[in-house]
């Protein structure tokens, strides 16, 4: 690929994420060494958020995650420079992709699974804090996974610097998700514990898949039932936490930030530091194939149960503190290039390729199956973490129906959930760019890309451009149930 933005050192590949006025891109250099570059379009940024503001956030995020460089669970941060047109940050490339997205939605993860993710993710921010800089908007788009499965933080968009040279003061601005956000975000706070409180939501949502209430910053519906119980819940799904994990919830979930538990209290709760089966001595993965398998083994869709649809998607309302309300115009986000220009191009295939070799080795089947099998024979032949839990997003399936039938289905599908829809054909490929808004209002967007792959086969992949991946994993059930097992292929028999 060619190096066509004037002064960018290089070379551009796919885009593989998309923030509120950001594109997050696959890039290397004339070594072939990988990065995630984001570009932002300093036009479009300037014009939704004023020239100051913009500045101000920009320079912020490069000078703390700079400051917070050399740790192995955050995104290292390499470099930014600008042109006339754009501003752009290039970071270490997390090639396993989100870990929510191999999270199962009302099922979770593995109890020990979860203590090595949790530990690692303390880790890492155990580290921000000791620099004095709070993320303030951590949730499952923030974390990633690197080629071997061990967590990376991102996203330093909302960091703050809460404390320098031995002196702390409070924060004010009302930043961050809904679901993940500490109840205090609204009036002044303390940094390090909003960020103690959205750990507490993110492990909740590593055991169980959800979060446990839309918002905790007004006393309202689950938080407010979470409230009157003394802060001490006995109902599901809190009654399946195991003891440990309960105590080390709620101590992180207490409303009063002077009552919640400290880091380090965390880090040698009796929970975490009991559990060691993932873990070695420096922190990392020992065993990258059997976590992988752990983690893949949970993902099911069973085609025979219908699901019940997404809940109220056609209000457009109540966006995700994150997402600027004034973001990107409806036609802007349909018509990409609008926005980003040919950054967004999509990537050439491969029309040779050999599909029963490619079936047989995407573990994204497995999701489909009622057995182990599938997972347990990839596990056998695998040295690496990403042969078994890929990189790419496993919100995907295969069809021997007509590209044609998908659509239409699709559509109909799409329709009964109200989810806002346009569509692009290519030579060879179809995409639907959808938008919607999932349970908890927030704003979740990307696109249905169907290819075809000879042999009548196509592949239909669900790519999320923003949003939370375990809402965009119910999404893709949910579509993915209602078109049912005559569309969609369930092994590489049938
Ligand atoms: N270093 C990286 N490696 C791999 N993927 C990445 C990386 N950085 C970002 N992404 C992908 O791009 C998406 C958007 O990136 P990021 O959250 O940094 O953008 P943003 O503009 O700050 O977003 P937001 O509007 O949520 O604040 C992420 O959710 C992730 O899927």
């Known amino acids: 690929m060619t190096k066509i933005i004037e002064k960018f050192p290089y070379h551009i590949g796919k885009e593989i994420g998309t923030g509120a006025f950001a594109s997050v891109r696959i890039c290397y250099d004339d070594n072939a060494k990988i990065y995630a570059v984001k570009f932002i379009n300093k036009k479009f940024a300037t014009k939704?958020?004023?020239?100051?503001?913009?500045?101000?956030?920009?320079?912020?995020?490069?000078?703390?995650?700079?400051?917070?460089?050399?740790?192995?669970?955050?995104?290292?941060?390499?470099?930014?420079?600008?042109?006339?047109?754009?501003r752009w940050v290039t970071l270490e490339f997390a090639q396993g992709g989100d870990l929510f997205d191999k999270i199962e939605p009302e099922v979770g993860i593995d109890e020990d699974v979860a203590q090595f993710y949790f530990a690692q993710l303390m880790e890492g921010i155990s580290f921000m804090h000791s620099k004095g800089v709070a993320h303030r908007d951590l949730k499952p788009e923030n974390i990633l996974l690197d080629y071997n499965g061990n967590l990376k933080l991102s996203d330093f968009g909302f960091a703050s610097l809460y404390a320098y040279k031995g002196k702390t003061r409070l924060l004010n601005s009302p930043v961050g998700s809904p679901p993940y956000a500490a109840p205090e975000i609204t009036g002044q706070y303390d940094g390090a514990k909003v960020d103690i409180w959205s750990c507490g939501i993110i492990l909740f949502a590593l055991l169980s898949g959800n979060t446990p209430w839309d918002e905790a910053i007004s006393n309202t519906g689950d938080y407010l039932i979470y409230r009157k119980q003394g802060e001490r819940p006995s109902s599901y799904p809190w009654n399946r936490l195991s003891p440990g994990a309960y105590s080390i919830i709620t101590g992180m979930l207490r409303s009063d930030p002077s009552k919640r538990f400290s880091i380090r209290r965390i880090l040698q709760h009796p929970w975490l530091t009991s559990n060691t089966s993932f873990r070695t001595d420096n922190g990392n993965c020992s065993d990258p194939v059997a976590l992988a398998s752990r983690l893949m083994l949970k993902l099911h869709i069973d085609l025979d149960k219908p699901r019940s649809s997404l809940t109220d998607t056609s209000t457009y309302g109540n966006i995700s503190m994150t997402q600027p309300t004034t973001k990107v115009s409806e036609s802007d986000i349909h018509n990409h290039t609008a926005?980003?220009?040919?950054?967004?191009?999509?990537?050439?295939?491969?029309?040779?390729?050999?599909?029963?070799?490619?079936?047989?080795?995407?573990?994204?089947?497995?999701?489909?199956?009622?057995?182990?099998?599938?997972?347990?024979?990839?596990a056998g032949k695998a040295k690496n973490f990403y042969e078994i839990c890929p990189p790419e997003r496993l919100t995907r399936f295969y069809s021997k129906a007509s590209k044609q039938y998908i659509i239409d289905r699709l559509y109909d599908t799409l329709r009964l959930l109200a989810v806002s829809l346009t569509t692009k054909h290519t030579s060879g490929q179809s995409t639907l760019y959808v938008k919607l808004h999932d349970k908890r209002k927030c704003l979740l967007q990307g696109e249905i890309e169907l290819k075809t792959l000879g042999h009548n086969l196509e592949l239909v992949n669900f790519i999320k451009s923003s949003g939370d991946p375990l809402e965009w994993r119910n999404f893709f059930k949910n579509v993915v149930s209602s078109l049912g097992k005559p569309i969609v292929l369930t092994d590489i028999t049938s």
Not at 346 to 355: I, K, L, T
Not at 356 to 370: A, R, V, Y
């Open 339 to 378: 926005i980003y220009g040919y950054l967004s191009q999509p990537v050439q295939v491969n029309e040779e390729v050999d599909v029963t070799e490619l079936m047989e080795k995407d573990p994204s089947l497995s999701q489909f199956s009622n057995t182990n099998g599938f997972i347990e024979r990839l």
């Open 48 to 86: 939704c958020m004023g020239s100051n503001v913009w500045a101000r956030r920009m320079a912020s995020e490069v000078q703390l995650h700079r400051l917070c460089n050399g740790h192995k669970n955050i995104i290292h941060f390499y470099d930014t420079a600008e042109n006339s047109h754009w």
